[in-house]
């Protein structure tokens, strides 16, 4: 009985040797592919304290870099406003993202004043554009509102795919103040200009420039000098100054040694100043007094220049490739400057007869 138990065991064996050895023999099996790894983030319900993870990049306004619950999906709108002496106080600067400054005739200055992640109910006086403004807004693929303008520098805006808001064309949103004198009297409406986007605008705007995640951090505090006072001289009839306001965090503007104030008597005010040195030439237009029309080259163009934050300033060294493409600045060491979150006003300065000292 052991003998057949063994004889049967031993067959079994050798059967079982003979099926793997077969089994080796044929052809080989594909091995499966793993699995790729997925990341399945529930979508929060009512009431779900938790919800999906917050991202590392937080949300911000892309024309200051503050930091927001909520970006409004609405394009940018840059209204040309007026310094004149006539013209001021001005309404609607203080709750500008960007604001910058350029020297028209007479050596007399104006602002392109854009708006996004605030929006004014009135901005005053509005005046005409300048053949400097296709370069400045051209990035922002938002709208401009004026009070008209020559028909060359109204076509090159709208042929760099700006829309435009002309109030010599009867478009909605401009009013004359009673209480001031032509032509420093034309009042926009901002959320009026805002409803005639024509739906091919990019909205929101794309960021103008780079902006560090907290006040302090930007290139200006962490890298540059102590910089208690910013003396711009735009031209003989212009001198802005900037005094930092160390409690409040920002520099205050004054228009030569009279503060710069809103009408409502808000101090115009910004968490960072760039200053550029710009070539300036006169073009073969004129105003209505025989003035030749200035223009700053921006695009296709490099310079120096300073940006001011947190009580120090910075140099720097700006490029612009083209109308469409926002300017670019890099610190000394060649990486691209932050600017602080915040609004910025922006200092076009005529290389050669202009000027700016930080002290």
Excluded at 21 to 36: I, N, S, V
Excluded at 288 to 303: D, F, I, K, M, N
Aim: aromatic share 6%; charged share 25%.
């Amino acid at each position: 009985m052991t003998t057949c138990w063994t004889t049967v065991v031993r067959a079994t064996a050798a059967a079982l040797a003979m099926v793997l050895a077969l089994a080796a023999c044929g052809p080989d099996r594909p091995e499966e592919p793993e699995p790729t790894p997925t990341t399945t983030v529930d979508a929060p319900v009512r009431g779900d304290r938790n919800g999906p993870p917050k991202p590392d990049v937080p949300l911000v306004w892309p024309l200051t870099g503050v930091r927001t619950e909520k970006v409004e999906n609405r394009p940018a709108v840059s209204v040309k406003i007026e310094n004149a002496v006539e013209a001021r106080p001005q309404r609607g600067l203080v709750e500008a993202d960007i604001v910058w400054e350029e020297v028209v005739e007479g050596g007399i200055t104006r602002f392109v004043a854009t708006y996004h992640s605030k929006i004014p109910d009135a901005v005053e006086p509005v005046r005409s554009v300048r053949p400097m403004d296709p370069a400045i807004v051209a990035p922002l693929d938002g709208i401009l509102a004026f009070s008209g303008g020559q028909g060359p520098f109204i076509a090159a805006i709208e042929r760099e795919g700006t829309q435009t808001v002309i109030m010599d064309d009867g478009d909605p949103g401009f009013t004359r103040d009673p209480g001031r004198v032509a032509p420093h009297n034309v009042i926009g409406s901002v959320p009026t200009f805002l409803e005639q986007a024509d739906g091919r605008r990019t909205s929101p705007p794309p960021a103008q420039f780079e902006y560090a995640r907290k006040p302090g951090e930007g290139s200006a505090p962490r890298a540059g000098k102590p910089a208690r006072e910013v003396d711009v001289r735009l031209s003989r009839a212009q001198r802005t100054v900037w005094t930092w306001d160390a409690e409040n965090k920002r520099y205050l503007r004054s228009e030569g040694l009279a503060a710069s104030v809103a009408a409502d008597g808000r101090r115009h005010s910004a968490r960072n100043v760039l200053v550029l040195a710009t070539e300036v030439f006169n073009t073969k237009w004129v105003d209505p007094s025989g003035a030749p029309v200035p223009e700053h080259r921006l695009a296709e163009r490099t310079g120096e220049g300073t940006l001011v934050s947190m009580g120090r300033s910075i140099p720097v060294r700006w490029s612009k490739k083209d109308h469409q493409a926002p300017i670019v600045l890099r610190t000394p060491n060649g990486k691209e400057a932050l600017l602080d979150p915040g609004n910025t006003w922006i200092e076009l300065v005529p290389r050669g007869t202009g000027s700016w000292t930080p002290r």
